[in-house]
Structures are given as C-alpha cells and as structure tokens.
C-alpha cells in the first residue's frame, strides 16, 4: 500500500510541476514539494531538494524543446541568469537578518493570479515587437530584471519560474513562447545549483521517490513543451492560463491539509 500511495502522488505531482515547467516555466518546487511533504510525510528541506533536482531535467527538455522551434532567447538569458543567481545570494543573505514573514504562500498565490492574467489579458507580443528593442537595451534590461529576481527569490524563497515569466512578458515585452522557453532554459541551471546545495547541507533524499519525481516531471514536462510550441498564441495563453490557475487552487488546498 506504502509503495502504492508513492507512486501515485509522484504521478501527481510530477504531472503538475512538469505541466506548468512545460507551459510556463513554474518551478517544479510549487507543486512536488507541498505533495511530498503532506502525502508521503517528507522533512521539508529534502522535498524541496527533490523538487529542485526533478526541475533540472524537466527544464533542461523544455528549453531544448522551446529551443528548437526557435522560442528562445539564450544570449540575454545568460545575462539574465548570471543576476538572479548572484542576487539570490544576497536576498537569502538579507532574509537572514530579518524577522520571519508569512510569506510562505506567495509564490503560490502569484501563480493562481498570474494563470487568471493570461486568460483575462493574454500576451500577444509578436516577435518582430521584440526585435524592434536594441540590444544594448534588452541586455541592461536583463541585468536589472535579473538583480530584482534573484533578490526576490532569495529574499523570499520561491517564486522564481513565476517572477520570470511576469517580468519577461510584462516588463520586457517577450512573446509567450520566448519568454517560457528563455525561462526554463535560465531555471535548468538555478534549479541544479539549489538541488546540490539542498542535498549537500540536508543529506541524500529517498532515491526511489527522487527517481519517480524525476521521471514524471521530465515526461509531463516534455509533453507540454511540445503542445505549447505548436499552439497558436491565444490557444496557448488559455492554454498556460488554466494550468496555472488549477495548479495554484490544488497547491493552496494542499496548504490547508498540511
């Protein structure tokens, strides 16, 4: 019965993180972690752990993918990514220092917003909008974005797929798919950098949950990956839209049972 519950909440879990890796570049961390922790009673630190490293190669696929039909961005999203890390640093650092806040459902409460803004206002950005900004511009901008990011995250603890999907579209004017696939690709590298730290200082996770984790979210990653970067833009913005916004609900009701 033990191995069964297992193997159905993984399933679970890694079908949400590798939907929304897939369609909106989510950090597997919003959905595998509350599921591990309140279904199979995992210490939190390592499902956090788990979560990160099923990231990896969920987000490492999705980029290939996004990557392959030409939806992404890689030399701004290397700018981008070198900020968010270094200032992931810093605001973890800072947080330190500051009282606790209950800040602990932001990221997921961003996402459920965030699904309701694609489906109400969808990004419709085209490409040729996003070559008309220079690229000294576009490179200064990632370097901001990114120091705002990785402040955020560290300072708060999460939210990071979320923070750049908002900001990509909403501040600099990315198309849906580029700004996933820019995402993902800058996820792959920030989500191997907290999987090593996690298991370095908490110690090796249970490798089976680990393996189906992985498994799962890489599939149901790939899968939505593929969808996405066939769609048209309003189908895929409603499309995001309801995987967020039922993700968001289903983690929040996960909350109230832990």
């Not at 069964?4 to 909106?24: C, D, H, I, P, Q």
């Not at 701004?76 to 330190?96: P, Q, W």
């Not at 990071?160 to 690709?185: H, P």
């Amino acid at each position: 019965m033990e191995t069964l519950l297992m193997v159905v909440v993984t399933f679970f879990a890694g079908m949400g993180a590798g939907l929304g890796t897939g369609f909106a570049g989510m950090s597997a961390a919003a959905v595998i972690t509350p599921m591990l922790v309140t279904f199979l009673g995992m210490e939190p630190y390592l499902a956090v752990g788990i979560a990160l490293s099923s990231d990896v190669l969920a987000s490492a696929v999705s980029a290939y993918t996004y990557g392959k039909n030409k939806n992404l961005d890689i030399r701004n999203g290397l700018i981008m990514m070198c900020s968010v890390l270094v200032f992931t640093v810093v605001g973890s650092y800072i947080s330190s220092l500051v009282p606790p806040a209950a800040m602990g459902n932001f990221s997921v409460f961003m996402t459920f917003l965030l699904g309701i803004k694609f489906i109400v206002r969808p990004v419709m950005t085209t490409k040729e909008a996003m070559q008309g900004v220079s690229a000294k511009k576009r490179a200064v901008q990632s370097v901001v974005c990114g120091v705002l990011i990785g402040f955020i995250c560290g300072f708060i603890g999460a939210g990071g797929g979320m923070m750049m999907l908002l900001i990509l579209t909403s501040v600099l004017g990315y198309e849906l798919k580029t700004a996933v696939g820019t995402s993902v690709f800058i996820m792959t590298f920030t989500a191997l950098t907290g999987a090593v730290s996690h298991f370095a200082i908490g110690g090796m996770p249970d490798w089976t949950v680990w393996a189906l984790c992985v498994i799962f979210t890489f599939l149901w990653a790939r899968i939505a990956a593929v969808f996405a970067n066939k769609a048209e833009p309003k189908t895929l913005n409603r499309a995001t839209g309801i995987v967020l916004v039922v993700l968001g609900a289903v983690v929040m009701g996960f909350s109230f049972l832990a």
